[in-house]
C-alpha cells in the first residue's frame, strides 16, 4: 500500500520524530510511502483531488539519518497523484506550528483530509475528529475526574482570583499551542503580570492547579485503537523528566527520557478516556500523565517512539503499519461502506 504522510514542511522533519520511524517502518513492510505538506493538495474542476507528494526515487532507506537526507536531497522526486493511488493519509502535522506565521495552513490537514476520506483514502486520525481537537478546550471534554482544575480565560482578573485560589501554584499556558511553549509555572499572584502579557499574544490562555508530582515529570502513554499500545508485557510509554528548573518535560525543549511503570491506576485512566477517543476516531494518541491526572491528550502528532525503542528494545512503529494494513483490508473487504471515523478504531 502507499501511505502519505501530511507533515507541516519537509525541511523541519528530524530524525528523532516519530514520524520518521513510521515511515522507516512503513519502508521495512514493503509499503511505499510518500511526504504532503499543506500546499500540495489539488482539487480540480472535475471533482478530482490530487497530491503533490515527496518520493524516494528507487530507494528504501533503513536509517532516519539516511531517509530525511534522501526525502531533502537529490534522491527526492516530486509526483503528482490521485488520491485514489493513496490507501492512507496519516495526519502528523501540528497546527500549532502554523498558526502564527501561516494561519493559512492550520485547517489544511483535516479539511482535505475529509475530502480524502470522502474518496474513500483511510485517514487517521480522523479528521473530523481533529477538527474537534484543534485546541486544549477539547481536553476539557475528558471526565472532570482525570483532568487538573482547570480555568479558561483572557481576563487577568479571573486568572488571578485562580490564583489565589491555588496556593500550592498554577501553571499558564495558551490555549492554542505544543511543544512547551509560552509554558509557565505561577507561584502568586505578583508573578501574573509579565508572564501575563507574554502568554497572552496569542490568544486565549489556560490556567491549571500545579501538581506537585509533576517535579518528577510526566508520563507519556501510547493509545492505539483506545487502548494502551502493547507488546509482550511492554508499554509504549516512558516518563519525560524535566530539567532542573523548568516545568516543560517537552523532549525537545529540555526533557529527559527515562523508563517508566504503567500502573493499574494508569491503565484506569486510558480506559476512562477510552469512549470519547473511540467516538471521534482517534487512533493514535498520546497521554501525558502526572499521578491520577491527564496533562494533555496529544492526538495530532503524539511523539516518543524512538525513545521507547531506546529504552525497551521495541519498536512500535511495527505494530502501528500492521495496525494500519488490517485496517485497509477491512476497508476493500466492505468496500468502503464502514465511516472512516469508525474504521480509524476498529
Given at each position: 500500500?502507499r501511505?502519505?504522510?501530511?507533515v ?10 516519530t ?5 522507516l ?5 514493503g509499503?511505499?510511502?510518500?511526504y ?7 482539487l ?9 507528494a515527496?518520493?524516494l526515487k528507487?530507494?528504501?532507506?533503513k ?23 493513496v490507501?492512507v ?11 502564527d ?14 475530502l480524502?476520506?470522502?474518496r ?6 480522523d479528521?473530523?475528529g481533529?477538527?474537534l481537537?484543534?485546541?486544549?478546550l477539547?481536553?476539557?471534554?475528558f471526565?472532570?475526574i ?35 511553549k ?12 509579565q508572564i ?7 490568544g ?7 501538581i506537585?508530582?509533576?517535579?518528577a515529570?510526566?508520563?507519556r ?15 509504549a ?10 516545568v516543560?518535560s ?6 529527559t527520557p ?6 493499574p ?5 486510558a480506559?476512562?478516556?477510552r469512549?470519547k ?6 487512533f493514535?494518541?498520546?497521554?501525558d ?9 496529544n ?8 525513545e521507547?525503542?531506546a ?7 511495527e505494530?502501528?503499519?500492521?495496525a494500519?494494513e ?21
Amino acid at each position: 500500500m502507499r501511505i502519505a504522510f501530511f507533515v507541516n514542511s519537509i525541511e523541519g522533519e528530524a530524525p528523532y520524530y516519530t514520524t520518521t520511524w513510521l515511515a522507516l517502518a512503513a519502508l521495512a513492510r514493503g509499503h511505499e510511502v510518500c511526504y504532503v505538506t499543506p500546499g500540495d493538495f489539488v482539487l480540480r474542476p472535475d471533482d478530482s483531488l490530487l497530491i503533490r507528494a515527496t518520493t524516494l526515487k528507487g530507494t528504501k532507506p533503513k536509517k532516519p539519518e539516511t531517509l530525511l537526507t534522501a526525502l531533502k536531497g537529490e534522491q527526492a522526486k516530486i509526483s503528482t497523484l490521485d488520491l485514489h493511488e493513496v490507501q492512507v493519509l496519516f495526519l502528523r502535522n501540528d497546527p500549532s506550528e502554523d498558526a502564527d506565521t501561516r494561519p493559512w495552513a492550520v485547517y489544511v490537514g483535516t479539511n482535505f483530509g475529509r475530502l480524502a476520506a470522502a474518496r474513500g483514502v483511510l485517514v487517521v486520525n480522523d479528521p473530523d475528529g481533529l477538527s474537534l481537537a484543534q485546541n486544549k478546550l477539547y481536553f476539557q471534554e475528558f471526565p472532570e475526574i482525570i483532568r487538573p482544575t482547570s480555568l479558561i480565560s483572557r481576563s487577568i482578573e479571573e486568572i488571578r482570583s485562580f490564583i489565589e485560589d491555588h496556593p500550592g501554584g498554577a501553571i499558564l499556558k495558551p490555549l492554542q499551542g505544543s511543544g512547551g511553549k509560552n509554558v509557565f509555572k505561577i507561584n502568586s499572584k505578583d508573578d501574573l503580570n509579565q508572564i501575563f502579557e507574554v502568554a497572552s499574544g496569542g490568544g486565549y490562555l489556560i490556567a491549571q492547579n500545579y501538581i506537585p508530582d509533576a517535579v518528577a515529570g510526566d508520563i507519556r502513554l501510547f493509545l492505539l485503537n483506545g487502548r494502551p499500545l502493547e507488546r509482550d508485557g511492554v508499554y509504549a510509554a516512558f516518563r519525560r523528566v524535566p530539567a532542573e528548573g523548568d516545568v516543560r518535560s517537552n523532549m525537545h525543549v529540555s526533557g529527559t527520557p527515562e523508563a517508566a511503570t504503567v500502573t493499574p491506576e494508569i491503565l484506569e485512566i486510558a480506559e476512562r478516556l477510552r469512549p470519547k477517543l473511540i467516538e471521534d476516531g482517534m487512533f493514535l494518541v498520546g497521554l501525558d500523565i502526572v499521578g491520577d491526572k491527564v496533562l494533555e491528550a496529544n492526538v495530532f502528532t503524539p511523539g516518543g517512539l524512538p525513545e521507547i525503542a531506546a529504552l525497551h528494545g521495541v519498536d512500535f512503529s511495527e505494530d502501528i503499519m500492521i495496525a494500519l494494513e488490517n485496517k485497509v483490508r477491512i476497508q476493500e473487504l466492505y468496500r468502503g461502506a464502514i465511516p472512516n471515523r469508525t474504521l480509524a478504531v476498529l
